[in-house]
């Protein structure tokens, strides 16, 4: 059995900013996924015209919450990149000011990456339609308590975990829809991380 890897994760959006804390393990020839738990925060940067080291504190201080909370310290830190797809105004300033406050929080003790969607979800549709999953699973908080974004953390951090072991990304999914809706039935059931 490996030593655990433990990966802070995060699909960033000024509304709909979800995290991950997630720990995995390689036994066999195989990883054993912890979930510790999902979050959409509320403390993020929305805005540019007050004071934005204000909310820049409140933001990355409820990372220092869910880390304590969970008695974890992150070995990696893996963030979505954020890429324009035709929006306008401050959202895409607003997010990369938060990313390049949690790069700064954490550069010196974590391995820091930020693969593009494309990136992480072109591995995961090689196995599952996961455009599909959100519809199928009806993923929304009124119904499941869990969004698609905060899938989207989990599997970022999945993405993390494989990379660093080297083994094949997602191989949990690879007996396809079988393996995907045996997996939503644990996700469903993950706790809200602690703030």
């Known amino acids: 059995m490996s030593k655990p890897y433990t990966v802070l ?34 403390s993020t940067v929305t ?63 974590t391995d820091i990456r930020l693969p593009t969607a494309a990136t992480w979800k072109n591995r995961v549709n090689k196995h599952v339609d996961l455009k599909n999953a959100y519809k199928k699973y009806n993923l929304h908080r009124v119904i499941t308590n869990k969004t698609p974004h905060e899938l989207d953390a989990v599997l ?11 083994l094949p990304d997602f191989e949990c999914f690879s007996k396809g829809e079988e393996s995907l809706e045996k997996f939503i039935g644990y996700f469903e059931q993950i706790p809200t991380l602690k703030l």
């Open 156 to 166: 970022i951090g999945m993405y993390a975990c494989y990379q660093h072991f080297g």
């Open 47 to 109: 805005q540019l015209k007050q004071d934005v080291g204000r909310e820049l504190r409140n933001f990355t201080n409820d990372f220092d919450t869910i880390a304590g909370n969970h008695n974890v310290v992150p070995d990696a830190l893996f963030m979505e990149r954020f890429q324009a797809r035709g929006l306008g105004g401050t959202t895409i300033e607003c997010i990369n000011f938060m990313l390049g406050a949690m790069i700064y929080k954490y550069h010196e003790t």
């Open 9 to 42: 994760s995060c699909d960033p959006g000024t509304k709909n900013f979800a995290v991950s804390l997630l720990t995995a393990r390689k036994v066999e020839e195989k990883l054993r996924f912890k979930i510790h738990g999902t979050l959409i925060l509320d």
